[in-house]
């Protein structure tokens, strides 16, 4: 080819794929809104939420849902991208602990004068969590919380009776198992070090709490109080007596180790006995559980669960409002209840039955963390995983972690912006 | 007949006098550099901007949602330079990237000496096998290691006990700061060496062996051969190694980050995983700013003593 040949279509060429470049840019909306839904891994079910997308498109023509799945972790990152970007993702299913510091940030919409389902009989600790200065910005939407999941065949075997009513019962009952089976491995419970959400239940257990604030707003760390410290060591002692688990991991993977036979029990939420009874199916009849007992009468729980948020920025907020109220409405609170999560509201609590209503007797005592928009700072800097590891390992006495752990949540509460 | 001489002209003797081409415009190489140049600085340069502008401003998660701007002046350096935890981590940084240099640098000069000597078919394996973990990304190689360490189902701990190095069954190596460095070391120093190894095997491949000979015939142990000849010749090499090892094990992020989180009790916490909790988790979004501004004029100042050092080798 000649020069003068060459260079045309070197420019023709170049042409082309500018002008590929630029086709595929806009789709066309073509007046179609759509809204854009983000929930999180293993919450509600997808043919539920499926249905719920099908009857709220029938009730407003010309709008579409795109549900996307997040994972748990990671989850802050991707809010954070997103919020504060130009196209906020609508509707966000937000974990309890999550909704007060993206609240305070001013990144979610003001709910408060929108109509919701229920309204009068929410559960409080989902209420409260999703309340900032007095005004709604996460929906309650499901609560969870833990119980012991045992294992009936192994409880036969070592002759026990009836279900644990105080926590000195259920660590006899712990000892027992683990003597049936015999093997160095085998925990009776299996309680890992860093499982906060089941560890701290024992500070409340005896009266202690977390943090405080002051009149002053200040706050001020409570777990060398004695009554925390006094939790501790009961807790301290049941992991000793009853668990092998050892004290630098967390709960995750606590299901498969109940599903591979390294333990008789397990602390988990509720719906984790379905999903063991899936992947273990030898195990599919043989899973129950009770209310986790305390020093006297049944152990306060933690009331985990989600809330849904609109984002203060995203292009569609009625539309968010209306898809929040359909999936918080009574209709599928009603079958989020039957699937396994705790309904948002008292009024439905005849809709939950079996594993799901022992969860909900045992949520009548239930603890919260301390209401700070910095706490999800105290939970990335794990203080108190690594104060419950270090006294699971014995590397720090009960008082001396107690106080580090009290110094560093002070030092992180009330920071400054 | 008298011919007209031509005025002497200023040529240098014995040599052939050619007219030299003249180069087509004297902007062609700056043109030729200019699109690349652009990409790097567009690359680098925005976000380096950005990073000493945030460094002055007040940002946490409400101003980016509400995309506010407030500038701070030197309040976030202040806030740094007087935070006690700064003044832990960078030693701890320091520390931990000195260690991991001396011991990348001298298992690359053994890897290196190791492929010189070895026999082609060894020479092709070891060179393969370092070529694998150069290649693996840092990140995956980090949550295998952190997978083989496991208490539980590690293969470390299996080895050990099979081996019998003592019952390492379930031997935690995250329990104690001490021990997760170690790990960490391992890790580091495990992704560092590919490449120090094949470039000091480079270097020793220029090196005449006739040197080596006459060292050992002079009577030189294989110490003082290496120490006395091969080091001196090699030194160019080892300090541009060095430089480069020191910038990477101190901004080391995912290799901590993917196995320790920083823990336990926050004690391997070190500058990339600080700036990490303070801009992504905590949102402060200024502050950390100011710390990774810190860090870069730490890492160039660093850097610029050891290109001084080389610069008055090489006069």
Redesign the interface.
């Known amino acids: 080819m000649s020069h003068r040949t060459r260079a045309a279509a070197a420019a023709l060429t170049l042409a082309l794929c500018t002008v590929a470049a630029c086709g595929g840019g806009s789709g066309g909306s073509r007046g179609t809104a759509q809204l854009n839904v983000w929930l999180m891994k293993d919450s509600a079910p997808d043919a539920l939420v499926a249905d719920v997308n099908r009857a709220f498109t029938a009730a407003h023509p010309g709008t579409r849902v795109k549900v996307q799945i997040l994972d748990w972790t990671g989850r802050d990152v991707k809010w954070k991208t997103a919020l504060a970007g130009d196209h906020p993702p609508d509707v966000m299913e937000m974990g309890n602990t999550d909704v007060l510091s993206y609240a305070a940030s001013g990144a979610l919409a003001d709910l408060t004068h929108r109509t919701f389902d229920n309204r009068a009989s929410w559960l409080t600790g989902l209420t409260e969590a999703g309340t900032y200065q007095g005004k709604l910005y996460g929906v309650p939407y499901y609560g969870g919380d833990r119980v012991v999941i045992y294992r009936k065949d192994l409880w036969q075997r070592a002759g026990l009776g009836a279900p644990p009513s105080t926590l000195a019962d259920l660590q006899r009952d712990a000892a027992a198992l683990r003597d049936a089976d015999g093997r160095p491995d085998f925990s009776g419970l299996y309680f890992p070090g860093r499982y906060q959400y089941a560890a701290l239940s024992f500070v409340y257990d005896t009266g202690g709490r977390i943090a405080t604030r002051s009149k002053d707003g200040r706050w001020h760390g409570q777990l060398s109080a004695t009554a925390a410290q006094q939790g501790l060591t009961n807790w301290a002692n049941f992991l000793h007596a009853a668990s092998r688990a050892p004290a630098d991991k967390d709960e995750t993977g606590i299901d498969d180790v109940l599903g591979q036979g390294h333990a008789a029990m397990i602390i988990a939420q509720g719906w984790q006995v379905k999903a063991i009874g899936a992947k273990y199916p030898q195990l599919a009849g043989q899973l129950d559980a009770f209310a986790m007992p305390g020093t006297a009468g049944p152990m306060p729980v933690f009331l985990g669960g989600s809330n849904l948020t609109a984002s203060a920025g995203g292009k569609n907020r009625d539309l968010a409002a209306a898809w929040i109220r359909l999936m918080t409405g009574t209709k599928y609170e009603t079958a989020l209840g039957q699937a396994g999560l705790l309904p948002n509201s008292t009024s439905l609590s005849h809709a939950v039955s079996g594993i799901t209503a022992t969860e909900l007797r045992a949520a009548t005592r239930s603890w919260f963390t301390p209401a700070s928009t910095h706490w999800s700072d105290v939970d990335n800097a794990s203080v108190m995983q690594d104060m419950l590891q270090a006294i699971a390992s014995g590397q720090k006495s009960v008082a001396t972690a107690a106080k580090d752990a009290d110094t560093r949540v002070e030092q992180i509460l009330d920071a400054g912006a | 007949m008298t011919a007209v001489l031509d005025p002497p002209r200023a040529r240098p003797t014995g040599r052939a006098t050619r007219p030299r081409p003249r180069p087509r415009s004297k902007a062609l190489p700056y043109l030729l550099l200019a699109p690349c140049a652009a990409g790097v600085l567009g690359t680098l340069a925005w976000p380096v901007a950005t990073m000493v502008a945030l460094s002055f401003q ?1 940002e ?3 101003d ?4 506010t701007t407030t500038w701070v002046g030197p309040a976030n350096y202040r806030h740094t330079l007087t935070d006690r935890m700064f003044w832990t981590v960078l030693p701890r940084t320091l520390g931990f990237a000195a260690t991991c240099v001396a011991l990348t640098l001298l298992a690359g000069t053994g890897c290196a000496l190791l492929l010189y000597r070895a026999s082609r078919p060894a020479r092709l394996a070891l060179s393969s096998a370092l070529v694998l973990a150069w290649a693996t990304p840092v990140f995956i190689g980090a949550v295998v290691w952190k997978w083989m360490f496991d ?2 189902f590690g293969v470390v701990n299996y080895l050990l006990t099979r081996l019998g190095a003592g019952d390492f069954r ?1 031997h ?1 190596w ?3 700061p001490t021990s997760a460095f170690a790990v960490l070391i391992v890790i580091v120093v495990w992704g560092a060496v590919p490449f120090v190894a094949l470039s000091l095997y480079g270097g020793l491949l220029t090196v005449p062996p006739e040197l080596w000979e006459a060292a050992r015939v002079d009577g030189g142990s294989a110490w003082r051969v290496f120490w006395r000849v091969t080091f001196p010749l090699l030194r160019p090499i080892y300090v541009i190694l060095a430089v480069l090892s020191v910038v990477w094990d101190t901004k080391v992020f995912p290799q901590v980050w993917f196995t320790t ?1 920083g ?4 004690g391997t916490v070190m500058l990339g995983v600080y700036i990490y ?1 303070q801009g ?4 402060r979004f200024g502050n950390a700013s100011a710390i990774a501004v810190l860090m870069t004029l730490l890492l160039v100042g660093l850097s610029w003593f050891y290109v001084r050092v080389l610069r008055e080798e090489s006069r």
């Not at chain 2, 823990?263 to 926050?266: E, I, K, L, S, V």
């Not at chain 2, 992504?280 to 949102?283: G, H, P, Q, V």
């Open positions: 007040r946490n998660l409400a980016l949602v509400t995309r208490s539980e379930h935690s995250f329990l104690t989180r823990g336990p009790y926050q909790n992504i988790n905590d949102s």
